[in-house]
């Protein structure tokens, strides 16, 4: 059994990396595979609190890099599923404290024991970037439906062909589908047509993704909330399924929102 | 005097031996200025023998070269001097180290070489945001030019697909040269000395194939007509 490492990446900040590795770790081990979900984000550590395992850390990854404890010791099992570990960053180092070879060295030692590992991007394409990608296997880009960050993917995408890396796959996060109807935002069918990779997922805007990050309880462990949904879906593609894309077309009224559900 | 030729990762201008450092450094200057909006941009690696350049010397070639947004890469010289010189400077003194690293988008630039003035590059590929060609002849684009990336060239440009990123045709100076796409809405169109930038207003045009060139000082985009001569 070999892992399968997977970068969440997008170039651009604050379009919901965090929140989709934290939100992908939790619908993974719900669904019953092994996952640790690593924070690469040396110097700006967040996939702890979003995880809400903040108060737990003893090591974190450049401990773990630099010898002063066993890689065992800096994973931190989740509260809630026994088969969900995190690797925390540093928060008083910065990128320069871990290689990309480290990142290999890394997720290499984690392989035989889990299913999948998620590797949590920082924002750019400076070094953080460079180590968090280095390990993987497949790579999702994360972009919200504006015009920057879909500037900046396709920045990532590019950079990642010159690698000679797999063609990433697309999750579009934050999705307003009413302003999208409008016209006011661009739709996903504009960020494919740009893009062009494959489309793996798309979250829409939630407010219970906000509430959640705060208490540190993934969006993906509640069954009502939407968002929670298009990540639980967006597992089981990763996992190979073929799960047919929500309807979010009509979201606004709670009506259509349970005849969507219900279709799933 | 000096040679300029293009290399897969960027220039090698070579010095000869007989003529003065100044004057060559001089005659290098002329020609990079001669084609300024093209060289920009580029890395450039010096070929100079046994002369001995003091670490001053390469220190004012590398400003030089920043002022015209060139960037100073190796110095190949047999002199021990040079090279220690350049080693101090982190510049790299054999052709072989004188690589882009992997993460940069640059290899996708083809550089220069007198030959190619007239030839055609062809990418069958989408050029995607921060990816660059740079090619003295025409430059052909099978796929797309997104928004961000950017073409340069000293001829013609044709995109078989959407063109939405930046395009400079006839970049040294042609006025003559056209661009095409099956999709003309470029971030920015420089032909020649000229440059347009597509009207602010967003309409909804039905997008059909376009040739843009310079028409009485303007640049002009005019729907595709096969049976018009153009």
Request: aromatic share 4%; hydrophobic share 40%.
């Amino acid at each position: 059994m070999s892992a399968t490492v997977i970068t969440i990446t997008s170039g651009k900040g604050g379009v919901g990396k965090t929140t989709t590795t934290a939100n992908l770790g939790v619908a993974l081990a719900l669904a019953g595979k092994r996952v640790v979900a690593m924070d690469a984000d040396i110097g700006l550590r967040n996939l702890d609190v979003v995880m809400g395992l903040e108060n737990r850390i003893v090591y974190d990854l450049v401990d773990v890099v630099e010898g002063r404890c066993r890689l065992r010791q800096a994973m931190i099992r989740d509260k809630r599923l026994s088969e969900l570990y995190l690797i925390p960053a540093a928060q008083t180092r910065d990128k320069t404290a871990v290689s990309p070879d480290d990142m290999v060295r890394v997720c290499d030692q984690l392989r035989s024991d889990f299913d999948y590992i998620l590797v949590d991007s920082p924002a750019g394409i400076e070094r953080g970037y460079q180590n968090a990608v280095a390990p993987a296997d497949r790579i999702a880009i994360v972009t919200t439906p504006e015009v920057a960050a879909v500037r900046d993917a396709d920045r990532i995408i590019g950079l990642l062909e010159a690698e000679g890396k797999d063609t990433p796959q697309l999750i579009i996060n934050r999705f307003k589908p009413d302003m999208a109807r409008r016209g006011d935002m661009l739709g996903t069918s504009d960020v494919i047509e740009i893009l062009a990779i494959e489309l793996i997922g798309i979250v829409p805007e939630d407010e219970a993704i906000i509430i959640s990050t705060n208490k540190g309880v993934p969006a993906a462990l509640d069954e009502k909330a939407l968002a929670g949904q298009a990540f639980r879906n967006i597992a089981r593609r990763i996992m190979g399924e073929d799960v047919p894309f929500m309807n979010l077309r009509d979201s606004s009224g709670l009506f259509s929102r349970l005849v969507s559900l219900i279709k799933q | 005097m000096i040679s300029i030729k293009g290399r897969q990762d960027g220039l090698l201008v070579t010095f000869d031996k007989e003529h003065d450092w100044d004057a060559q450094i001089a005659a290098l200057e002329a020609q990079l200025d001669d084609r300024r909006s093209f060289f920009s941009g580029a890395r450039l690696a010096i070929q100079i023998d046994q002369r001995t350049l003091s670490l001053g010397d390469i220190q004012d070639l590398q400003a030089r070269l920043a002022r015209r947004g060139m960037m100073l890469a190796a110095v190949i010289s047999t002199s021990a001097i040079t090279q220690s010189a350049a080693r101090h400077l982190n510049l790299a003194t054999d052709l072989s180290d004188y690589r882009q690293p992997a993460t940069q988008t640059e290899k996708d630039v083809v550089t220069p070489r007198p030959e190619d003035e007239q030839s055609a590059a062809l990418v069958r590929r989408t050029l995607r945001s921060g990816q660059k060609i740079h090619h003295p002849g025409h430059v052909i684009v099978i796929g797309d030019v997104n928004p961000g990336a950017e073409i340069i060239s000293g001829g013609h440009v044709v995109v078989w697909g959407r063109l939405h990123g930046l395009v400079h045709a006839g970049a040294m100076g042609d006025d003559s040269a056209v661009v095409c796409a099956l999709d003309l809405s470029p971030t920015q169109l420089r032909i020649g000395s000229h440059i347009a930038r597509p009207p602010e207003e967003k309409r909804r045009r039905r997008v059909r194939p376009e040739m843009a060139s310079v028409w009485d000082g303007r640049i002009v985009a005019e729907p595709w007509d096969s049976k018009k001569r153009h």
